[in-house]
């Protein structure tokens, strides 16, 4: 069975930065071959797509909403995926959600996602 496992989460600063880790508890072949992403759900709105990555790390998509501000990465000797977030601001509060797809090439359509994590929260503050 695979775990996704969010962190990284918490209070910050308008302006500042943050990086989300998520640690996925399957195989480390099975690992390179998931397309990853992150999505959020800000409170009294729908999930959104943040950014994805292709198995091996070379292609990655980001939401206008985040574009030049976040970045995803992943490390398949560690299992882990990654989201850089920069100069963060009030509208990218929200429960972050770190996700691993079947679908190598990564993909911004929630329900291509097969595996899900239980979310960590971002609070940005003025």
């Known amino acids: 069975q695979v775990q996704v496992v969010e962190s990284g989460g918490g209070l910050v600063q308008a302006g500042k930065s943050l990086r989300l880790s998520c640690e996925v508890s399957?195989?480390?072949?099975?690992?390179?071959?998931?397309?990853m992403g992150w999505f959020r759900r800000a409170p009294g709105k729908e999930r959104e797509f943040v950014a994805t990555i292709n198995w091996s790390g070379e292609y990655t998509t980001h939401a206008d909403s985040v574009k030049d501000r976040f970045t995803i990465s992943r490390d398949n000797d560690k299992n882990m995926v990654y989201l850089q977030m920069n100069r963060l601001n009030l509208e990218d509060t929200a429960v972050y959600y770190c996700?691993?797809?079947?679908?190598?090439?990564?993909?911004?359509?929630?329900?291509?996602?097969?595996?899900w994590g239980q979310g960590t929260q971002v609070t940005v503050s003025s």
């Open positions: 996700a691993a797809s079947l679908v190598s090439a990564g993909t911004e359509s929630w329900y291509q996602y097969d595996y």
């Open positions: 399957a195989s480390r072949h099975m690992f390179s071959t998931y397309g």
